[in-house]
């Protein structure tokens, strides 16, 4: 009986979302790219990119934008308010400097609410709620794209002692706003997948707890309402791409204490979708199903949806590797062994923080039967090898460009020694190594936090390179990595 209830709760709800908002998601969908911001196209935004932005919008009718604070360094934090309702929903993002997703997504949703466009949906918004962002609270933080503020802590665990400038300034905004909905707007680990599936989280929800016992007050059911409907939207662009965090009680984060101040706070993380290292996809769904969740928010939509559309939400799991070979052949002191290796592309800022190199680590070998990949490869019927060494040393690196990396990928070859390498190169485009004159190039064993860089041969022939983590299929020539390393 407990069955066929919740059965019946989830098609009544998929019908309320059908009848009310559907066409609205679709065509918000649809049109999205009349409204995306395009000054703000990579991950690694600054304050400085968001404020003629801020200004333009601040002069169109009907906008205010307020300073509200200053981060450590002195960089203002504005505030941009819109709508006449009674109903205060208050959305802030990046406070964690190195997790910008929602940011632009944000100044994606004000383009749209600052064109003549969709009239009926914002007027029904705009009358029934006031929305207020709070986009960037940790400037100083995006500058050097890290997690923590300049005071080195986190943000986000700082709703107690109110140590930083931000985390004031987001305590004092709430408060004064006494907002009924919150938005905090994060990204995670693009490592994250749901639950048992081979599939990335690629948003994340919480609807936070307000104590340890977990209660569940109306406040906190409202929140878990909206991430109900929210998921759905989802779902339609992206199925089984959702997950939900564990919610055990902070004390010191802001979302749990937030949710405890009597407002509706929602969660949204921002993971990982295959092909998309800058996540604009991810963008555009922010963009889509926060816009969706304010429209349901101000028609009322959401008070209908059964927690239990909260509740069915998969959790949150950390198993997904960038690339995973399964089942490969491993020589190792005159045996050989059936192997699975886990390998995860790590990014290095580049300088002036405004672009990144990956520096790949094996992070996990043995069976990983249970663990996913943004890309996987049966290796079973290949046998690992280790990359040799071009037979020249080259004088530059004017020199190196001039070789056929492909050739050298079909003989083993995996890394080229150059006499002149610039002290400030740090990383090579190219799909083979870089190497000193006095380097010396590994020849195994395999180990956690190696490099990858090997190949898979078949009848004794190279078939594939492994080149800091990116996988090339040397026959076809496909495959394409971000970089290789330079080694001295």
Known sequence: ?????????????????????????????ETYDSYREPTLDKRRVKHENLQPL??????????EVRTVGRSIEGRALRLISLGTGDTDVFLWSQMHGN???????????????????????????????????????????????????????????????????????????????????????????????????PKPATISYLAPAYNYEKDINSVRANAMKVIGFMNQIIQNYAPGQVGKYNDDFEPRAFGDNIQKWGTSAILIESGGYPGDVEKQE?????????????????????????????????????KLFDLKIEKVTYPLMGSDYTIDIGIQRPEVNAEEYEAFWNSSRIIDIGDLSTYYGYQSMDASQHRLTWGKVYPETLEDLKSAEELDFWDLLSKG??????????????WSPSPVHLVSETFKIPQGPLDIGDNPT??????????YAIINGFLYHIPTREGKGHNSMVFR
């Open 413 to 426: 070859i995996a890394y080229v020694r150059v006499k002149r390498l610039p002290g400030d190169l740090t």
């Open 282 to 318: 991810i963008r555009k769904l922010n963009y889509v199903s926060i816009l969706s969740a304010i429209y349901a928010i101000a028609t009322g939509a959401y008070e209908d949806i059964p927690l239990e559309a909260y509740n069915q939400i998969p959790e949150n799991d950390r």
């Open 99 to 197: 997790e910008p997703t929602a940011t632009q997504a944000i100044f994606d949703i004000l383009n749209l609410m600052a064109s003549p466009d969709f009239q009926e949906e914002k007027e029904e918004i705009l009358k029934s709620v006031r929305l207020h962002f709070l986009p960037m609270l940790n400037p100083d933080g995006a500058a050097v794209y890290k997690r923590r503020n300049t005071l080195s802590i986190d943000i986000n665990r700082d709703a107690l002692r109110l140590q930083s400038p931000e985390g004031r300034t987001l305590k004092r905004v709430r408060d004064s706003l006494e907002a009924e909905f919150g938005f905090n707007l994060h990204d995670q680990s693009t490592y994250y997948n749901a639950e048992r599936t």
């Open 54 to 63: 801020i200004d333009t919008i601040g002069a169109k009718p009907g906008f």
């Open 1 to 29: 009986m407990k069955r066929i209830s919740i059965t019946l709760l989830g098609v009544l709800f998929c019908l309320s979302l059908s009848g009310q908002t559907d066409q609205f998601t679709s065509n918000l969908y």
């Open 454 to 463: 090997f190949f898979l041969e078949k009848a004794g022939k190279p078939q």
